[in-house]
Each structure stands twice: as structure tokens, then as C-alpha cells.
């Protein structure tokens, strides 16, 4: 019996373009591989960007692919700052 | 096939073009019905009106507004949309080129060079497309020369009512500031043309 720690939730720090708009980044997000929830909140607004606080849950978030997914979208990630990680049991 | 359209929407959407293009469209139409209407009033009015030499310089003009519609488009499009581009990536300290930034920006200048070239040429050769049934003697000159320039006023009165939806003013109106400058056009043509005649 081994216990693979997997990753359940994580908030990261982004910082976007104005476009793709919240709404719409979240969805994309949420289409990403291991994401079954995607929360988004508006931290700060300029010119050219958004800083935005996203909070992705899912039973096996993988920090690589939602990385890529979101810096396909335009958007940059600044920090990691939460994570949630469980063990799974597996049998091997 | 749809999810190819929903993309493309997806990208033009990003690059926040929708306005451009309403723009874009109306100028060009505009342009190629009035280009449309002084080739048929001016070879009108000077008495040297034939079918063949009108569909010709009819689909030459088509053509190089077509093309000048897509060169310039292009051209600027990218001028602009590059530079947009680059402000954003120093706003977010990276580099966009491997992001949907990237593609709808592309999408974008294509869509713009696609639409000024398409609006003026389509518009002008509907114009002229009354003496494609006189060059195959179906009407009469004349008659062709009348189709014609009510094609011009109809494409510009059909303008005006687009244009009045999208300022939500009355498109009556609005379709009828369009008519007013195509007749003036046309009165300016024939005043000219006589004159030098």
C-alpha cells in the first residue's frame, strides 16, 4: 500500500490582460485536465492588466498543466499561495 | 467545423475587433458603391457608355480596391496590433507568442485585411452587375445605366440603415443621410461631366 500525495486545491496569484475576461478564463481553466472547480476574484485593476487570485480544486490537480493552460490564456502566475495536498491510497 | 468557427470567434473576441470591422465594412461598401457610381454616371454622361467597357472597368476597379482594401488593411492592422501587443507584454513581463494573444492577433489582421477587401469590391461589382444583362443584351443601356445607379442608391441606403441600428439612432433617418450623399454624388458628377462635355 503506498500513498501518493495529490494535489486537491491551489490558489495562485496571476496577473492578466484585460481579455480573455474573467468569466471566460475561469471556464477555460475549468476545461484543463484534474480541474473540477475554478474560483476567481478580482485583487486589482490597471491599464493594461487584472491581478486576480484563482482558486482551482479538483481530486488530482496537476500545477504543470494548469500553468500552461493559463499561460496560453495571456495570463502570467506571480505565486502559488495555497495549496491543498491529500494522500491517496493506491494499491501497487 | 464548429469548433473551428467557435476559435475563431473566440480569437476576434480577444482582439475586441467587432467595432473595427463595422467600420471597416461600411467605409469600403461605401467607397466601392460611390467608386461605382462615377464610372457609370461619368461614362453616362460623356456619351461614351458601353456595356463591355463598363463591366471591364467596373471589375478593374473592383479588383484594385479589393486589393488595396487587403494590402492597407493588413498593413495597418498589423502596425497597430503589434505595437498593442508588445505594450501588453511589458505590462505583464512576458513574452505573449505562445499564447491566444498571439493567435487572435493574427486572426484579427487577416479578418480587418479580409473584410476591406471584400466590402468595397462586392459592393461595386453588385453596382455594376446591371450591365453584365446589357453586355448579354437582356436590357438596353439605358436601362442598365438606371438599374445601376438605383443599385448605388439602394447599397447606400441600406448602409445608412446599418449604420443607424448600430448608432441606435431612427435607421430611417439615418438610411436617408446616406441617400442624400449619393444623390449629391451623382448631381456633382453629372454637373461636372456636362460642364466639361
Not at chain 1, 3 to 14: A, E, I, T
Not at chain 2, 104 to 133: E, G, H
Not at chain 2, 163 to 186: C, D, P, Q, W, Y
Amino acid at each position: 500500500m503506498d500513498q501518493d500525495p495529490v494535489v486537491k486545491k491551489v490558489v495562485l496569484d496571476v496577473l492578466k490582460p484585460h481579455q480573455p475576461q474573467i468569466p471566460e478564463l475561469a471556464s477555460r481553466i475549468a476545461a484543463c485536465q484534474g480541474v473540477e472547480r475554478v474560483g476567481i476574484s478580482l485583487a486589482e485593476i490597471d491599464q493594461n492588466t487584472e491581478s486576480i487570485k484563482i482558486s482551482i480544486e479538483g481530486s488530482d490537480v496537476k500545477i504543470d498543466v494548469v500553468r500552461k493552460c493559463i499561460e496560453d490564456l495571456g495570463a502570467t502566475i506571480h505565486s502559488i499561495d495555497e495549496v491543498e495536498v491529500v494522500k491517496k491510497t493506491s494499491q501497487k | 467545423m464548429r469548433e473551428h468557427i467557435e476559435r475563431i470567434r473566440f480569437y476576434l473576441k480577444i482582439a475586441g475587433v467587432t467595432a473595427i470591422y463595422r467600420r471597416y465594412f461600411v467605409m469600403n461598401a461605401f467607397d466601392g458603391a460611390l467608386t461605382a457610381l462615377g464610372v457609370v454616371l461619368g461614362a453616362w454622361a460623356s456619351g461614351a457608355i458601353q456595356p463591355r467597357v463598363i463591366v471591364g472597368a467596373g471589375v478593374g476597379v473592383s479588383l484594385a480596391m479589393g486589393m488595396s482594401g487587403f494590402s492597407g488593411a493588413y498593413l495597418a492592422e498589423r502596425a497597430e496590433r503589434l505595437r498593442r501587443l508588445r505594450e501588453l507584454e511589458r505590462s505583464l513581463l512576458r513574452s505573449l507568442e505562445r499564447s491566444v494573444h498571439s493567435r487572435a492577433l493574427r486572426t484579427a489582421i487577416l479578418w480587418a485585411a479580409a473584410v476591406d477587401a471584400l466590402s468595397p469590391a462586392l459592393s461595386s461589382l453588385t453596382s455594376i452587375s446591371p450591365f453584365v444583362a446589357a453586355q448579354y443584351g437582356l436590357i438596353s443601356v439605358n436601362e442598365a445605366a438606371a438599374a445601376s445607379v438605383i443599385t448605388v442608391f439602394a447599397i447606400l441606403f441600406i448602409l445608412g440603415l446599418f449604420t443607424g441600428k448600430v448608432s441606435r439612432e431612427h435607421m430611417f433617418i439615418s438610411g436617408l443621410r446616406m441617400l442624400i450623399v449619393g444623390v449629391s454624388t451623382a448631381a456633382l458628377i453629372l454637373l461636372w461631366t456636362g460642364y466639361m462635355g
